[in-house]
């Protein structure tokens, strides 16, 4: 039965898109007293379910979904933008966090990546350094996401931990799923995944490379500002546009609301609801599904 289990976590990913030890949220300038614009992330499994042009979807007939219970998240890019006419990289850009060309192209550098759970702080961003104005939108680029997963195998019901680089290229040393560890020291452009499971006391590991486009990254301005291909820039509406005075006197917690609403989606050939890849039920999609900045 072992053999199959993890025939079949090897299998799980053909068709679709770590814990370490983590800095403290980084601070653009330590030395800056003044107010700060605090990022945290939330995952919320009953925020509405966007595809690709930030419209509500919902899952198609002939595949089921999950709400994955998330763990970690990252981010690469954070940019304030003014208008739906505004392109990427003209708006206010408040985060670009490391690269690195070690592995032949640049590529987002996972040993830098700060990895944090919900609520906390993710950045901190003096916010005398931002240009005053008003802002309707954010855009967010997602690198990289650790959640656990149910499935089915051998009629068992079990829990397994994914985590999944969805930046658009990352050069990854070695990272921790759960709690085995997997070397690449290479580059992988989005969709590289890596897959733990504990079955009877003894642990499995599959990983795996998605294809192209197959992780759906909401933007509804998708007509008027295009994001790059094989990006995972999310963009996010604020329900009211989030002014700068340049007065502010107090920090600012912005918590950017990740919307987890069935995000893991699968073919279904046993209509149960049920992940089960060893009878070839496959991933077609793995993309968060939505993005509400909330001030607080």
Not at 13 to 33: G, H, R
Not at 188 to 194: A, F, I, P
Not at 218 to 223: A, E, V, Y
């Amino acid at each position: 039965m072992n053999k199959n289990i993890l025939f079949a976590l090897a299998a799980m990913m053909l068709t679709v898109s770590c814990k370490k030890d983590q800095p403290e949220s980084l601070v653009t300038n330590p030395q800056d007293s003044g107010p700060k614009l605090i990022f945290k992330f939330a995952f919320n499994p009953n925020q509405e379910r966007l595809n690709s042009l930030g419209i509500p979807s919902t899952v198609p007939t002939g595949r089921a979904a999950q709400s994955p219970s998330f763990n970690k998240i990252s981010a690469h890019y954070i940019e304030l933008t003014p208008t739906i006419w505004t392109q990427v990289g003209q708006g206010e850009l408040i985060y670009n966090g490391p690269s690195t060309s070690a592995g032949g192209n640049n590529a987002i550098d996972f040993s830098q990546a700060i990895i944090v759970g919900e609520g906390e702080n993710f950045l901190s961003y003096p916010i005398s350094a931002i240009e005053p104005g008003s802002y309707a939108y954010i855009r967010v680029s997602l690198s990289y996401q650790n959640y656990n997963i149910a499935y089915r195998a051998n009629s068992l019901d079990l829990t397994g931990t994914l985590a999944s680089f969805i930046g658009f290229n990352n050069y990854i040393g070695s990272y921790i799923i759960n709690t085995q560890s997997v070397a690449v020291n290479d580059d992988k452009l989005q969709g590289s995944w890596g897959f733990e499971t504990e079955v009877f006391g003894t642990s499995y590991i599959a990983t795996g490379q998605t294809p192209p486009g197959a992780t759906t990254v909401p933007n509804p301005l998708s007509s008027t500002s295009p994001i790059p291909a094989g990006s995972c820039l999310v963009t996010g509406s604020f329900n009211t546009p989030f002014i700068i005075t340049g007065n502010e006197t107090e920090d600012i917690v912005l918590t950017l609301s990740l919307s987890t609403n069935n995000s893991f989606e699968w073919s279904e050939i046993t209509a149960d609801g049920k992940y089960e890849p060893s009878i070839g039920e496959n991933v077609v999609d793995m993309g968060i599904r939505g993005l509400i900045p909330i001030v607080d």
